[in-house]
């Protein structure tokens, strides 16, 4: 899921007839809330910058009036399992690095081959859990709410 930079106009600019510089949305990897960077002018006049068409910007789902721009409460789900899913990925990296690395010592003494049981044992369960999460997010993106 690709969460781009996005630029929006603002309301202050709106009801000053202003041309608005943008509203940037900003999604870190690891966040699931977007980081707001205020219009030039909101920013100078040290106010609140109020995006004008609040919505979800995955799914394009409309907000109230008084709520800004972000994830509605379905995508929010879908990006903590996706994040979820990635930091296991990462941790099964981890596991095979150290397993290729122990397979290389010689020679492998027994203390050396019980660990590398029980790091291969460690990865599977992390495997387990990466498949469990990936049907929680099939699940969760047709539900679609
Ligand atoms: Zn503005
Ligand atoms: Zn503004
Ligand atoms: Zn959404």
């Known amino acids: 899921m690709e969460l781009p930079e996005k630029i929006y106009a603002c309301i202050n600019c709106k009801n000053t007839k202003r041309k608005c510089e943008g509203v940037k949305v900003n999604f870190d990897d690891n966040e699931y809330e977007p980081k707001l960077t205020y219009c ?30 972000g994830l509605c409460l ?14 296991h990925e990462q941790t099964i990296l981890a596991f095979e690095n150290i397993i290729s690395r122990l397979e290389q010592t010689t020679p492998i003494s027994e203390s050396i081959h019980s660990a590398i ?11 387990q859990v990466i498949r469990k999460l990936r049907q929680q997010l099939i699940n969760q993106l047709t539900r679609g709410d």
């Open 74 to 87: 379905g995508c929010k789900m879908s990006r903590m399992l996706e994040i979820s899913i990635s930091r």
């Open 117 to 127: 049981l029980i790091l291969r044992d460690e990865k599977s369960v992390t495997e």
């Open 40 to 69: 030039k002018m909101c920013l100078e006049k040290k106010v609140e910058c109020i995006i004008t068409t609040p919505h979800c910007v995955l799914c394009k789902k409309k907000f109230g009036k008084n709520e800004t721009i």
